[in-house]
């Protein structure tokens, strides 16, 4: 994974100086897909491993193929699996997108243990990320992963402000689907409430001179220039199984 830090560094320039970072979701853990997907330019593709049909199992196949790209690898992860970073990066994943974050405790415990020493715990051995031994050790212990904080209840609405202090934190990100159902408003990203609330997200963001994203779920251009109009800058455009979805006969 010779180019992860070349990546991952470009992914953060952009942030740091409010460009947009394009990416995608993976929701179909197959090779042939991932192929597909990086040959359309996108910044990084990111593997639902919360709501997807994929596993850690995945990992390997698809980080050869998104790994040999110009596109980072990350994946989305829930709590469960908060406390496995060290073998998701083993296997060449560069970056994750942790699910449902509300306590800023959570965020510094990922960052720990996907860090070596002495900034983390993480463990280094043999590996894919690594070309098994073959990169330069003093090379691999500089590699840190982008890390992105899901925002997807009122409870981490509460604790925003904590959260975005995080040392380490490339970036907030809003599921728009379970934030709406934890504001009592499910789907209705119209709603005046549901509005108001994701402009107090960005705009706690841009005080705090930290990227904000979201993930749109539809491959809709009038829909990605009004969410750049808000101030979004890492942003999920689409994802496999929407794309597979337009394609229809009638």
Request: hydrophobic share 40%.
């Amino acid at each position: 994974m010779k180019n992860n830090f070349i990546k991952i560094n470009q992914i953060r320039k952009k942030l740091k100086t409010n460009k947009p970072s394009f990416g995608t979701w993976m929701q179909i853990p197959h090779a042939d897909i991932a192929k597909i997907l990086t040959n359309n330019n996108f910044d990084w593709i990111a593997l639902d491993l919360e709501h997807g049909s994929g596993s850690i199992n995945d990992i390997p196949k698809l980080s050869f193929v998104i790994g040999d790209s110009k596109s980072a690898f990350i994946v989305r992860i829930s709590d469960e699996n908060f406390k496995s970073v060290g073998r998701f990066l083993d296997l060449g994943v560069e970056g994750f997108i942790l699910s449902k974050v509300e306590d800023p405790k959570k965020i510094k415990e990922v960052i720990d243990k996907s860090n070596f020493p002495p900034e983390g715990d993480r463990g280094y051995g043999f590996s894919i990320s690594n070309d098994f031994g073959l990169q330069d050790m003093s090379e691999t212990l500089k590699f840190k992963p982008l890390i992105v904080a899901m925002i997807e209840t009122v409870k981490g609405l509460k604790n925003i402000n904590r959260i975005v202090k995080v040392k380490g934190l490339d970036a907030i990100f809003i599921g728009p689907y379970d934030l709406s159902l934890s504001l009592g408003i499910p789907g209705q990203f119209q709603n005046k409430k549901f509005q108001k609330t994701i402009l107090n997200v960005i705009n706690i963001c841009k005080k705090n001179k930290i990227a904000c994203g979201i993930h749109m779920t539809e491959p809709k251009k009038d829909d990605l220039k009004e969410n750049l109009k808000k101030g979004f800058t890492f942003i999920a455009y689409a994802m496999d199984s929407s794309f597979l979805k337009k394609i229809k006969l009638k």
